[in-house]
T-cell receptor, first 111, second 112 residues
């Protein structure tokens, strides 16, 4: 069945450094890839998404890249801040629009 | 615009009982999806409803069921509760199935 693998499961960085989270999906028909941020005790919030007809998308300090051939996509956060600390989930949409989530990455940004 | 609203926020039940959770989507959103979130398994897809019809289904046993009403509100029912059903149940809505999902705060279900 459809599967999304996410790495690493935990990531610690110093404030100001960059953070990269990687995901691999199994269904070659997947065409939509959102990223969610979930702070402790709160709902997952959509932070950025990309569709399969685009290779890269940027929104201020956050960027997502997609490699359809390798079935791989990544989240890049630059100039990290303590408020970036949260659990980040990637997801891939398998037809018909079913979202399969990765297992999450706990990001800790130390001041 | 009000966000996705889930009720109740917390529930405590015992094994063998059944439970019904409710989700009111963002106004204008016709698609509602349900997820189970546990520390070990992450976010697991349960099912999606669109225009009162189940459009997608995850790999959960038949004890988990749902429905959607004409006003797009959705309910999820779990029968014969087991200890392993303890989890945060999240609902997400979107205008149509090919658009981004927005989550509610979830219902935390504890089984004793």
């Amino acid at each position: 069945g459809e599967n999304v693998e996410q790495h690493p499961s935990t990531l610690s960085v110093q404030e100001g450094d960059s953070a990269v989270i990687k995901c691999t999906y199994s269904d070659s028909a997947s065409n939509y890839f959102p990223w969610y941020k979930q702070e402790l005790g709160k709902r997952p919030q959509l932070i950025i998404d990309i569709r399969s007809n685009v290779g890269e998308k940027k929104d201020q300090r956050i960027a997502v890249t997609l490699n359809k051939t390798a079935k791989h996509f990544s989240l890049h956060i630059t100039e990290t801040q303590p408020e970036d600390s949260a659990v980040y989930f990637c997801a891939a949409s398998s037809p018909p629009d079913k979202l399969i989530f990765g297992t999450g990455t706990r990001l800790q940004v130390f001041p | 615009k009000a966000g996705v609203t889930q009720t109740p926020r917390y529930l405590i039940k015992t094994r063998g009982q059944q439970v019904t959770l409710s989700c009111s989507p963002i106004s204008g959103h016709r698609s509602v999806s349900w997820y189970q979130q546990t520390p070990g398994q992450g976010l697991q897809f349960l099912f999606e409803y669109f225009s009162e019809t189940q459009r997608n289904k995850g790999n959960f046993p038949g004890r988990f069921s749902g429905r959607q009403f004409s006003n797009s509100r959705s309910e999820m029912n779990v029968s014969t509760l087991e200890l392993g059903d303890s989890a945060l149940y999240l609902c997400a809505s979107r205008p149509t199935p090919n658009q981004p999902q927005h989550f509610g705060d979830g219902t935390r279900l504890s089984i004793l």
